[in-house]
């Protein structure tokens, strides 16, 4: 009985950390012209790298614009408004990531297109959620046993107390397996 309370309490341990997690991402921001004043009715074009979708958004009175429910992926980020000059930028947007940017547009009758790039940021100033991202080249190139999702799970850094825990775990199993010379199940 001591041992069924035990595994319950390691599995519901090991599920803490997915809770509320989601597989999109956020952009949001304000944009600026030179003056730091918010620019409203400005178009934002978003458009993913590697899907080519496309996602178009007005900002409003105050200069404030969201895109919520992206998909990881870098994207480009296109501003226009009627008198100023059209900025482009790229970043990349993580898995749960809530970036917040602030896009400043700059007065010009000619078309010109500035092309920045910027990195997200490392560390999440909006809420206290801790996320990793296994890149998609890791999945392919690691050796994996099996592909077992454990595997690349063990390959993130994540709190000492999960992994110390699911170490043990392993260790306990492997014991009991010695000992009896079959894998016992709870039911």
Partial sequence: MLRIFFYVLLAGALALPTAGQSNYGDISGTVRDSQHLPVAG???????????????????NDGHFEAPALLPDEYEIKTEASGFAATVEKVRLEVGQRMDIEIKLSLGSLKVDVTVSAAGEALHTT?????????????????LNGRMLIDLVLRTPAPANITALFMNFCETARWTQARSHRWETIT
């Avoid at 400005?42 to 409003?60: D, F, G, H, P, Y």
């Avoid at 809420?127 to 050796?143: C, M, N, Q, T």
């Fill in 42 to 60: 400005a178009t934002i074009q978003l458009t993913a790298s590697s899907t080519l979708a496309v996602r178009r958004i007005t900002t409003n």
């Fill in 127 to 143: 809420d206290a959620s801790v996320g990793e991202v296994v890149e998609p080249k890791s999945i392919r190139e690691l050796p």
